[in-house]
């Protein structure tokens, strides 16, 4: 089956810096990538998304971009802001006829300090 | 609350006893699924549904059961052979087959005490 590793397991960023979080995936048939913010004690939002055709999504201050060859894909925040300060989950799945069962990361403590 | 809700969120169980978790959608969505996480750890797949009626094991469900009787419910029952229950778990649903996000669950918390 497909098995997610995200690297750091910890991030800690000045207030206005970028932060950047990377997933491996194994399944070369993985064609579906979200990125989760979960903070304290809430429920993981989808904050953005990658499918396999496109090799990078801007959204505002996030982005995330996919290396289909190498089967990695990263998230970038720009000018953090401490509200940005969460744990954020990669996940991958193959979509289509297999369901859209998702495999996720380790996950990664983002801390912007201001 | 975000079209899906579980019930209840904090739940305490006695050593041999089985407990069931709650998980309602008014989503409309085909698909569901069930999520362990632990302190400091990703989310591990428990069971998912992809239709009602049908149901498949995801990579940690032992010690656990699940029913797929209605399109908007998706309970899970945790039973006296999961021998570390203690976690909080998240129930998410999607649109099904084609690749989407989840809209996640609030959670509920389970302690063995």
């Known amino acids: 089956g497909e098995n997610v590793e995200q690297h750091p397991s910890t991030l800690s960023v000045q207030e206005g810096d970028s932060a950047v979080i990377k997933c491996t995936y194994s399944d070369s048939a993985s064609n579906y990538f979200p990125w989760y913010k979960q903070e304290l004690g809430k429920r993981p939002q989808l904050i953005i998304d990658?499918?396999?055709?496109?090799g990078e999504k801007k959204d505002q201050r996030i982005a995330v971009t996919l290396n289909k060859t190498a089967k990695h894909f990263s998230l970038h925040i720009t000018e953090t802001q401490p509200e940005d300060s969460a744990v954020y989950f990669c996940?991958?799945?193959?979509?289509?006829?297999?369901?859209?069962?998702?495999?996720f990361g380790g996950g990664t403590r983002v801390l912007v300090k201001p | 609350d975000g079209g899906i809700t579980q019930s209840p969120k904090y739940l305490f169980r006695k050593e041999g006893q089985n407990v069931t978790l709650s998980c309602e959608q008014n989503l409309n969505h085909d698909a569901m699924y069930w999520y362990r996480q632990d302190p400091g750890q990703g989310l591990r797949l428990i069971y998912y549904s992809q239709i009602v009626n049908d149901f498949q094991k995801g990579d940690i469900a032992e010690g656990y059961s699940v029913s797929r009787e209605k399109k908007e419910s998706f309970p899970l029952t945790v039973t006296s052979a999961q021998k570390n229950p203690t976690a909080f778990y998240l129930c998410a649903s999607s649109i099904g087959a084609g690749g989407n996000g989840y809209t996640f669950g609030s959670g509920t918390r389970l302690t063995v005490v």
């Open positions: 996940a991958a799945s193959r979509g289509g006829a297999a369901g859209n069962k998702l495999t």
């Open positions: 990658i499918r396999s055709n496109v």
